[in-house]
């Protein structure tokens, strides 16, 4: 067969794959869950569009304005983080075609992937997915660059560089664990390439208009990692940190032990040795500022395309071993399955929780075990919230002087996702519905949701502002995150509620 004939023949598996790892990401999702919490704000974000944000970076947004044109549904919502997973899959299949690699490698790539955490983080839209694609692109532009001097993948490298960052600032630690890692090996002759200063310089120039939005708006992203710092990543242990790196591939643990192998003992892997120390050195930066274990996530597609080259070159013709390996690596994932995604309903979870609980999965960023996984409790009730919130909303006769405010952003993006009136418009004092408020005209009425255990359940607070104060639902779904939150209708003000909005705003304002 000759290359260009045995090239298409390998694409062909290719294509199998990509088609899989997009049927998975539906396939294994059950309908009783509705969308994220977090993936509610981002799908907003497109009705705000801005150079920032102060909770991600702008990418993100343009993605939810094609969502939005493609009509906003939770097919196209699931697509997208679908499609970087799939794109990132392609990415570490042509590392491994850099590498030489056999067809055999190429599809023990493939079914490495798929078989992994990412086929989970592949469902959620959040800039995690495109994250990692970004990632594995650096790593695949590098090694092309290494394996033959052409100066675009220089360029390439630095357009997904700025592209990453528009993502998600998360990659900036790559940028870091990169630079002592290429300096330690013969590959550091790249920084005396005019080249790489001119990929540099375009690379700030793309990301200039996001880097001035932060200057004007006094870097909001310091204060959110502040609060991350203070709310999420106070219960994440160093410890855990480095474990979860070993648990979130357990089923790929013989490909990933044999990238670690071949950077050690494998000839043709030495050139390439700047990899691994990357790894090494993102991890250590990680685990500094007790970050959490996904973040790293980025760093695996790399090293699974090494160790599935190296991994072929062992086994060589051994076709019996190789057939093991992937039964392996497949039956072990069909295992874990319902552990790591939502294929089951809240009901079985709970009656299987020891199952669960054993590996962790019921662990909260409070440090405490609860009913379901986290992103699954954050996956519940939306639907029940927005409904009690339509039914206030259709209550007030002038909704032109109505505000919806809710407690936290999961509350109004999901109210403005599932709500029958388009243009509801809730916002909250948190993330960036901060600054999302519409005071147009004089509010007359306000309807209010609170979160559960609350100080103040009978709005004794608000009483002298409003004739009347009407206590309209409370979500009763035991499994959402959410579980207890009212709603209240507060009609007739008294007050100027805009100019005392516009104070707890500028006060919460000047608090970030």
């Not at 998600?168 to 200063?197: C, D, E, Q, W």
């Not at 076709?319 to 069909?334: K, P, T």
């Not at 600054?435 to 609170?450: C, E, S, T, V």
Request: charged letters at 20%; hydrophobic letters at 50%.
């Amino acid at each position: 067969m000759n290359r260009s004939k045995s090239g298409n023949f390998d694409y062909l598996f290719l294509s199998v794959f990509i088609l899989l790892k997009f049927i998975l990401s539906y396939a294994l999702v059950n309908e009783v869950y509705e969308l994220h919490r977090d993936e509610f704000l981002h799908l907003d974000q497109a009705n705000h569009l801005a150079a920032g944000f102060t909770s991600v970076p702008p990418l993100t947004s343009l993605f939810s304005i094609i969502i939005k044109f493609l009509g906003n549904g939770i097919f196209w919502v699931r697509f997208f983080p679908a499609l970087f997973g799939a794109s990132t899959m392609v990415f570490a299949w042509l590392i491994v075609e850099r590498l030489k690699g056999s067809l055999y490698a190429k599809c023990l790539l493939a079914v490495a992937f798929v078989c992994s955490v990412f086929i989970r983080l592949n469902i959620l839209y959040q800039p995690n997915s495109f994250d990692v694609l970004a990632w594995t692109a650096m790593f695949y532009c590098l090694i092309s660059y290494f394996e033959n001097n052409k100066p675009k993948y220089l360029y390439y490298f630095a357009i997904w560089v700025a592209l990453g960052f528009l993502n998600k600032y998360n990659i900036l630690f790559l940028v870091l664990g990169l630079l002592p890692a290429i300096l330690m090996t013969s590959k550091r002759t790249v920084f005396t390439r005019k080249h790489l200063y001119f990929a540099i310089a375009a690379a700030l120039l793309i990301i200039s208009p996001n880097v001035i939005w932060q200057i004007t708006h006094h870097f909001p992203v310091i204060h959110h990692m502040k609060e991350l710092a203070e709310t999420q990543l106070v219960h994440v242990k160093r410890v855990d940190f480095f474990k979860d790196q070993i648990l979130s591939f357990v089923n790929d643990i013989f490909v990933l032990l044999a990238a670690f192998i071949g950077f050690a003992i494998y000839k043709p892997f030495r050139k390439h040795i700047w990899v691994i120390l990357a790894y090494i050195f993102t991890l250590l930066i990680f685990g500094y500022f007790n970050a959490k274990a996904y973040y790293a996530l980025g760093l695996y597609p790399v090293l699974l395309a090494f160790g599935s080259v190296y991994l072929s070159e062992v086994i060589g013709k051994k076709s019996i071993l190789a057939s093991l390996l992937m039964v392996f690596i497949i039956s072990f994932f069909a295992y874990i399955t319902p552990i790591m995604m939502p294929v089951y309903s809240p009901e079985h979870i709970a009656a299987n929780h020891k199952r669960y609980e054993r590996v962790g999965a019921l662990r909260w960023e409070d440090g405490k075990n609860h009913d379901l996984p986290q992103d699954y409790a954050d996956m519940q009730g939306w639907k029940e919230l927005a409904a009690i919130v339509d039914s206030a909303y259709s209550r007030v006769k002038d909704k032109s002087a109505v505000v919806v405010r809710t407690d936290n952003y999961g509350q109004a993006g999901a109210i403005n996702y599932y709500s029958r009136y388009r243009n509801i418009n809730a916002v909250s004092y948190n993330a960036d519905y901060l600054y999302w408020f519409k005071m147009d005209k004089p509010i007359k009425d306000l309807i209010l949701i609170r979160e559960a255990g609350e100080a103040d359940p009978q709005r004794k607070k608000e009483k002298p502002f409003f004739n009347r104060i009407t206590k309209i639902g409370e979500l009763k779904n035991r499994w959402s995150r959410e579980k207890g939150a009212s709603v209240f209708l507060l009609e007739g003000a008294k007050i100027d509620v805009n100019s005392r909005l516009k104070s707890e705003i500028e006060e919460r304002q000047n608090d970030h």
